[in-house]
């Protein structure tokens, strides 16, 4: 039996076997996409070199910041403190806990008797490890249980770990109620951006009209905004104004930091009919039950017009399925059998 020697209940003893399985879901809990990242190869690191002492009979490796700098090729420019410190509060506020709902219902699906927790141990030089605490105890309620779900449905969950642009987090970092003055202004700027492509399809045309010289490149690019322009004016009032219809839209790039995609502008609605509506940017992900690639929301296409579907990311025609943002379910929307 292994000691726990972290900042939980050190008094618990685990086996190494159990070592071994939180290490391994840890590992799996990891979302694809993150694992290219510095925070996400971090935690893989930790639960590895776990799992392969404790295979090995060893115990509970305490692994140091030169240790880690060394063996994950950090930033030579930097001491091994001064790059890991704010890998490791990324990881401490952001990335660990956005998995720690997913990890602790792994473990409790895999019969284990508690969780995997990255820990940092106090002293100099720092260590950290891995370390099992108990599993928390679960709320008994009324949701269909997992048995009575069509074989093939997936499940989604909110990825916690969603980077807004700054325009983004002005917008909706934290939800923005949509209060009568937000209306008021979205009306006012909408109603802005109607008069100043009217003026300017008004100037060209009087300007042609009255134009007596032969037509030179300029006016032809001139005439070329001008056919331009109401198409780009109708895909901004078709977006905008579909949020209100349909509820939930996907979200534009420029709210989205750079790489980040497959996210959602959704309107929340208060409980209280008195109260404003709340937008808020979530995204949703989904492990494809065909080929286990990570499954991300985009828009339907001409194939599932007006709708947002989850598509795989290796089979992304292939493997398609629906969404439904009130139970996070969906189901394949490709498949013949």
């Not at 990242?37 to 930790?46: N, V």
């Not at 909706?172 to 949509?178: E, P, V």
Request: hydrophobic share 40%.
């Amino acid at each position: 039996m292994i000691k726990n020697h972290g900042v939980g209940d050190t008094s618990v003893c685990y086996s190494a076997d159990d070592y071994v399985q939180v290490a391994r879901v840890l590992q799996d809990a990891i979302p694809r996409d993150r694992r290219t990242q510095w925070s996400g190869k971090i935690m893989d690191y930790l639960a590895k070199q776990t799992e392969h002492a404790c295979v090995d009979g060893q115990e509970v490796p305490q692994i140091s910041t030169k240790e880690i700098h060394m063996d994950l090729e950090g930033n030579p420019n930097q001491e091994p403190s001064a790059w890991l410190s704010p890998l490791w509060k990324e990881i401490e506020k952001q990335r660990y806990p956005e998995i720690v709902e997913k990890l602790q219902n792994l473990c409790r699906q895999t019969g284990l008797p508690g969780y995997p927790v990255i820990t940092k141990l106090s002293g100099k030089p720092a260590l950290y490890c891995l370390e099992i605490r108990p599993l928390p105890e679960v709320a008994i309620t009324a949701e269909t249980p997992d048995a009575s779900i069509p074989v093939g449905t997936i499940r989604y969950e909110r990825d916690l770990s969603l980077t807004l642009s700054w325009i983004g987090r002005i917008f909706a970092n934290q939800g923005m109620q949509w209060t009568t003055a937000k209306r008021l202004s979205f009306v006012s700027l909408n109603l802005l951006v109607l008069i100043v492509f009217l003026g300017w399809e008004c100037l060209v045309f009087f300007y042609l009209w009255f134009r007596r010289v032969p037509i030179t490149g300029q006016d032809l690019l001139v005439v070329l905004l001008a056919i331009i322009a109401p198409y780009g004016l109708y895909t901004h009032f078709r977006d905008t104004f579909a949020l209100f219809e349909d509820r939930i839209v996907i979200a534009p790039e420029w709210m989205l930091a750079w790489k980040e995609f497959g996210a959602t502008v959704e309107i929340k609605r208060a409980a209280d009919l008195g109260s404003p509506s709340t937008i808020h940017v979530y995204r949703y992900t989904a492990t494809c039950p065909v080929c286990g690639w990570m499954i991300k929301l985009d828009k339907g296409g001409s194939d599932f017009p007006r709708r947002i579907v989850g598509r795989c990311e290796e089979n992304p025609r292939e493997h398609v399925y629906s969404f439904d943002r009130s139970t996070l379910r969906g189901y394949s929307l490709t498949s013949k059998g």
